[in-house]
């Protein structure tokens, strides 16, 4: 599929001065409004990964070939796409102008809060830069690959693309003009993810925020604010049970949101009294997770999927582990 594009700028690419004109990266999933951390605080998970292949042509013609071992539909429209949108995005600000062929290999199911379209746009920014040779700050590719996330899905979702990026657990500190505290945990915990099957609009993403509080009382602002302040806290300190208290305690995102999920604060006591530090909605959702000692995790899973079943809603879930590896190169020539 062939589109040309508005985003590139007018200056022609020097083919003689690249290193290399192929590549292939891969990101990862993530789990993003981590608590009290809406659009801020996110975390890279090591369990599924997109690739994005690609390989720099001497016209000005975009391809983009998709292999989508989810169970759902990818945009395949280039201009749709937020990986190509995001490494578009990455040759404007170097200020460079090519075409290119990309290869997306989607891995990170779509639609259930994994940061899926994050993922991509994520690997693609990376891969361009490091084609263009690598001259852009992270931040520049957090605010590229947020571009193609708000085509994907309506806004930037910077608490996305930047653990993607990074690996671990990153922290959005300036919105407009990305800036990004990123800290790699040297904890070892685990954390359970559970997808109920529930109907859902086709813009779930768009429908998530649509439920969110236009406003709110300074009562709730300050609960909100000294969980967040506990999540941080927690976060830089690598205490798990402050983590997962913060988790615990949203006021704001969570009340608004956990209306799509049937049952939900009923399977959150559940998964807290079988031991989960902290139980919470993962992005989006519907999936939901559970922070939890390795060793807990297993037990934990059954009883999240056990209550939701008790309900009559069918899930499947699976132990994930954070990774501290962001976006890498898998190949290059």
């Known amino acids: 599929m062939h589109a040309n594009t508005k985003f590139i700028s007018n200056f022609s690419l020097d083919f003689s001065t690249l290193e290399m004109k192929i590549i292939e990266v891969s990101a990862p999933a993530t789990i993003a409004n981590l608590g009290p951390g809406f659009d801020i605080v996110g975390l890279a998970i090591e369990n599924y990964r997109d690739i994005v292949r690609i390989e720099l042509t001497d016209d000005r013609s975009i391809?983009?070939?998709?292999?989508?071992?989810?169970?759902?539909?990818?945009?395949?429209?280039?201009?749709?796409?937020?990986?190509?949108?995001?490494?578009?995005?990455?040759?404007?600000?170097?200020?460079?102008?090519?075409?290119?062929?990309?290869?997306?290999?989607?891995?990170?199911?779509?639609?259930?809060?994994?940061?899926?379209?994050g993922a991509s746009a994520a690997a693609a920014a990376y891969a361009m830069n490091i084609l263009l040779?690598?001259?852009?700050?992270?931040?520049?590719?957090?605010?590229?690959?947020?571009?193609?996330?708000?085509?994907?899905?309506?806004?930037?979702?910077?608490?996305?693309?930047?653990?993607?990026?990074?690996?671990?657990?990153?922290?959005?500190?300036?919105?407009?003009?990305?800036?990004?505290?990123?800290?790699?945990?040297?904890?070892?915990?685990?954390?359970?993810?559970?997808?109920?099957?529930?109907?859902?609009?086709?813009?779930?993403?768009?429908?998530?925020r649509s439920l969110l509080p236009g406003k709110i009382d300074l009562e709730t602002m300050v609960k909100q604010t000294s969980s967040l302040t506990r999540l941080i806290i927690g976060i830089i300190k690598g205490d798990l049970k402050m983590i997962g208290k913060a988790?615990?305690?949203?006021?704001?995102?969570?009340?608004?949101?956990?209306?799509?999920?049937?049952?939900?604060?009923?399977?959150?006591?559940?998964?807290?009294?079988?031991?989960a530090l902290g139980f919470s909605l993962s992005g989006a959702g519907p999936s939901v997770f559970a922070l939890t000692y390795p060793e807990d995790a297993e037990n934990i899973r059954r009883e999240i999927v056990k209550k939701f079943h008790e309900y009559g809603v069918e899930s499947v879930g699976i132990i994930a582990k954070p990774t501290l590896i962001g976006a890498r190169i898998e190949r290059s020539e």
């Open 247 to 275: 988790i615990s305690s949203d006021y704001v995102i969570e009340p608004a949101r956990s209306l799509m999920i049937p049952r939900f604060y009923e399977v959150k006591e559940a998964a807290l009294k079988a031991g």
């Open 63 to 117: 391809s983009l070939e998709i292999v989508n071992n989810t169970r759902a539909a990818v945009a395949s429209k280039p201009e749709k796409n937020s990986a190509v949108v995001s490494a578009l995005t990455v040759m404007e600000f170097a200020g460079v102008r090519s075409g290119f062929k990309m290869k997306l290999i989607k891995n990170v199911p779509v639609g259930v809060g994994l940061g899926s379209s």
């Open 133 to 208: 040779g690598g001259k852009l700050p992270m931040e520049i590719l957090v605010k590229s690959a947020g571009e193609g996330e708000k085509v994907a899905c309506g806004s930037p979702h910077l608490d996305n693309v930047a653990p993607s990026l990074y690996g671990g657990f990153t922290m959005i500190l300036d919105v407009n003009e990305p800036e990004i505290f990123n800290i790699k945990p040297s904890i070892d915990f685990s954390i359970v993810l559970i997808t109920p099957q529930v109907k859902l609009p086709s813009n779930k993403t768009e429908y998530a």
